[in-house]
């Protein structure tokens, strides 16, 4: 069954630091990795999907790697800003069976002004 | 950009009631899902859905749950006797495909069990 981890699971930071959020998943079977934004109390924000074939995928100051065969992904933040504040969640599609996402409990990350 | 939209955002029921959390997924999207999450551990698969028919759903999703696309933009799910258990914040996603597209998640409902 496949475990997701997140670490840290919280993280406080100021303002301007490039920081480094880290996801492992048990089985490198996966099809893909998602990472997710999620604001107190709202939805989940897609920020960036990396397909298996992929190493990496950059978005404005987000940039997200995928080492598939150790099962670790990271997502780096540049420059970080007070409105990145939130829970970033990664979650992993299995290579077989359909579409379930097995999420990883998040890192909760506050970036003081 | 598009957005999967979920009513209510909050609902209150009392034990034994049924409610039905309704979605309405991003429109060129063909496949959608239920997700759970219950305050502070992860969320959790529930159900996938494609072309009006379960596509795979989990443990959690019991003979008390149902989902339907009763008309060409909505998607519920239906708990028809609710539980303590069953409080949680309840996500609907879509994607255009099943494996490669990201998913895109709804704001969630809040539901409330007493």
């Known amino acids: 069954k496949q475990e997701v981890t997140q670490i840290p699971a919280a993280l406080s930071v100021p303002e301007g630091e490039n920081l480094v959020l880290n996801c492992s998943f048990t089985d490198s079977a996966i099809y893909n990795l998602q990472w997710f934004r999620q604001d107190p109390g709202k939805g989940l924000t897609s920020l960036l999907l990396i397909q298996s074939s992929q190493r990496e995928q950059t978005s404005g100051r987000l940039n997200a790697s995928l080492d598939k065969s150790s099962g670790r992904s990271t997502l780096y933040i540049a420059a970080s800003q007070p409105g990145d504040s939130a829970t970033y969640l990664c979650a992993v599609r299995p290579n077989s069976g359909y579409s379930t996402l097995t999420f990883g409990k998040g890192t909760m990350l506050l970036v003081s002004p | 950009e598009p957005e999967v939209t979920q009513t209510p955002s909050h609902q209150v029921t009392q034990m034994g009631q049924e409610v039905i959390l309704r979605c309405v997924p991003i429109?060129?999207?063909?496949?959608f899902y239920w997700y759970r999450q219950i305050l502070g551990q992860k969320v959790e698969f529930l159900v996938s859905f494609y072309n009006n028919e379960i596509s795979e759903k989990s443990e959690i999703f019991d003979d008390q749950f149902s989902v339907e696309r009763p008309d060409g933009s909505n998607f519920t799910l239906k708990i028809r006797s609710t539980k303590l258990e069953d409080s949680a914040m309840y996500f609907c996603a879509s994607s255009l495909e099943t494996m490669g597209s990201p998913l895109h998640f709804g704001n969630g409902t809040r539901l409330t069990v007493t």
């Open positions: 429109s060129n999207h063909l496949y």
